[in-house]
């Protein structure tokens, strides 16, 4: 009987021991997982942190720059209003060519930029990225007549293809302009899947000088320029281009 006893003994001590021991696991895992969780929200919430104040620094100090360019001062030349890389430079008696998908597809947003334009007018399209210097400059010495803001889409502007329905179907702003010499171009801001604001430092009637700060989209987008036909041409697709610095054209001599 004691025997027995002893071995009853045994046996509750041992369950004891095993029970106790396997809480003090379990409690030792509880607070080890949640230390690790707290440890992992904290981590997180620092590289979001840390993530959010550099975007924001690239924001206010790389992507807002304005940086000081070498204007050539010269009102016989017409200087890139944007920075970035042309993607298309197109006769007006190609773009309206009813014949083709670009003007199909586009006929509207065509007529309404050309309107005014002869046939041998130009567009030149600049699609700028976010690494590029977004504020806009005056390509030279000119008076602003008239602008338009036109609501549309906001496809992708840093993609293009064959119908450019980025340039002509996403949401725009149209300025007009003419030199002293009564010679006509047209500036439009083009909105894209990203920057979606468009800030305009001019009103109608106002003069401009070459090189002189006139708008400011935010994000990835393009700028498409129509020239009429005193303009020739000088720049190429794929070229990159400065605002304010790039000569994308040259007055023609009049007679």
């Not at 210097?133 to 993609?159: C, D, I």
């Not at 009103?203 to 020739?232: A, M, R």
């Amino acid at each position: 009987k004691k025997l027995l006893d002893f071995y009853i003994y045994i046996y509750i001590r041992e369950r004891q021991v095993f029970f106790k021991f396997l809480n003090k696991f379990s409690e030792d895992k509880a607070f080890s997982f949640k230390f690790y969780l707290m440890k992992w929200l904290k981590m997180s919430l620092a590289i979001s942190f840390s993530l959010l104040l550099g975007i924001r620094a690239f924001y206010r100090f790389y992507f807002l720059r304005d940086p000081i360019r070498e204007v050539p001062n010269n009102n016989q030349v017409f200087v890139s209003p944007a920075n970035g890389k042309i993607i298309a430079i197109i006769k007006q008696d190609d773009l309206k060519d009813h014949k083709t998908e670009l003007y199909k597809k586009n006929k509207k947003v065509i007529n309404d930029w050309t309107k005014g334009f002869s046939s041998w007018a130009t567009l030149i399209s600049i699609m700028m990225t976010p690494l590029d210097a977004h504020y806009q400059k005056a390509p030279m010495q000119a008076t602003m007549l008239s602008e338009e803001y036109v609501e549309g889409r906001f496809w992708n502007a840093m993609k293009s293809n064959e119908t450019m329905k980025s340039t002509f179907q996403n949401e725009y702003h149209s300025m007009l302009f003419e030199t002293p010499e009564k010679f006509q171009f047209r500036v439009i801001q083009i909105a894209g899947f990203v920057a979606r604001r468009i800030v305009d430092f001019l009103d109608p009637g106002q003069e401009v000088t070459q090189g002189e700060k006139i708008w400011l989209i935010k994000l990835g987008s393009q700028v498409s320029v129509i020239l009429d036909k005193n303009f020739e041409i000088t720049a190429e697709v794929w070229e990159t281009v400065i605002d304010g610095e790039s000569i994308l054209a040259k007055k023609k001599e009049t007679r």
